[in-house]
């Protein structure tokens, strides 16, 4: 990707694996927070001095969730869903990575004259990796997202949690619920990534190597403003993810609208940006981390396919060289006949 003024060009599974590289990491390391908002997000706010039949409990803060869930599941319990949930991480920012190079790529070849791709044009190539990546990758998302609001008596394994989304009343198209919502929310990462490349011309012209530090608050200031813009529908596609809450009686909703409605009717207008704190953080701390890891990786790469084409050279060259004294050998060899 020549505009980026990389050292060397890496073919897109390169850029794939380190960005699903730093993406599994990152999110290894902050995975409780995605519990906990997860489970803000899908439970219905009360009102003051409101109580409730339901046996499940209710979180007021990020802390008070953290406490709740260790002391009613212990440890592991922030960590409920995890093995699916670094699967789906894995899958879906391989997917992104691969297609985004790609599709960026194509573009910059496209172009007479060579110049950094435009924002709308930065958005327009990450909401078409996105929206490959999401239509690949959702079933994963929508079995840990129902692994992650599980009871403790109720958890099940991948597999099992699996079965039960394609023996509801979707079917096999449950495991694609919030598909729309979802592919309406490739802006996330169209803003996240679009945002990064300009903050990063814009605060670091003409630096061909971040530094970790630069990484890491360049990729925490694009998603924190990503979030920020998209999570009303981050809110929405997770109620439609998950188990209804029980004022539905069990019926699903349709569509991330009808999801909306229902919150503002039942909870006010300002709970569409609930677990807005925890998703910040997270994100913050995600696409630090994972941009961070993201530009070592790709500069090992860099390195590693030099390596590689300095052996495969010399490989050529010694073989090169074998090859002419072989065949001088044999000239020197063949008799002379004089007549």
């Not at 840990?144 to 008596?153: D, N």
């Amino acid at each position: 990707m020549a505009v980026q003024s990389k050292p060397a060009a890496l073919p897109s599974w390169g850029y794939a694996v380190a960005g699903s590289t730093g993406a599994v990491l990152a999110n290894a390391l902050v995975y409780p927070l995605d519990i906990v908002k997860t489970r803000l997000q899908v439970q219905v706010k009360r009102k003051p001095g409101e109580t409730s039949d339901n046996s499940e409990p209710h979180y007021t803060s990020t802390w008070d969730a953290i406490t709740k869930i260790v002391a009613e599941e212990g440890m592991h319990g922030l960590y409920a869903g995890m093995n699916g949930a670094l699967l789906g991480v894995a899958s879906t920012n391989f997917a992104y990575f691969y297609w985004y190079s790609t599709v960026r790529q194509l573009y910059l070849k496209s172009q007479k004259t060579p110049a950094p791709p435009s924002t709308a044009v930065e958005l327009i190539l990450g909401a078409i990796a996105g929206a490959v990546a999401q239509l690949c990758t959702i079933p994963v998302a929508v079995v840990t997202t129902r692994q992650q609001t599980q009871s403790k008596a109720d958890r099940k394994g991948l597999l099992d949690t699996a079965r039960e989304v394609i023996h509801s009343e979707d079917g096999v198209f449950g495991l694609w619920r919030g598909l729309k919502a979802s592919l309406v929310l490739v802006v996330n990462p169209a803003i996240t990534y679009g945002a990064y490349e300009r903050l990063k011309g814009a605060l670091f012209p003409g630096k061909t190597r971040l530094t970790a530090g630069e990484a890491f608050l360049l990729g925490a200031m694009s998603k924190a403003l990503a979030t920020i813009a998209t999570q009303p529908l981050i809110v929405a596609k997770v109620g439609l993810q998950s188990k209804p809450p029980p004022q539905r009686q069990g019926k699903p909703f349709k569509g991330f609208i009808e999801v909306m409605q229902f919150i503002v009717k039942h909870e006010g207008l300002s709970s569409l940006f609930k677990g807005i704190g925890p998703q910040i953080i997270k994100g913050f701390l995600v696409q630090g981390l994972l941009m961070m890891t993201k530009e070592r990786m790709e500069l090992l790469f860099v390195l590693l396919f030099r390596y590689v084409r300095k052996l495969r050279s010399e490989q050529l060259a010694k073989a090169a060289q074998l090859a002419a004294a072989a065949a001088a050998k044999a000239k020197v060899a063949v008799p002379i006949s004089t007549k």
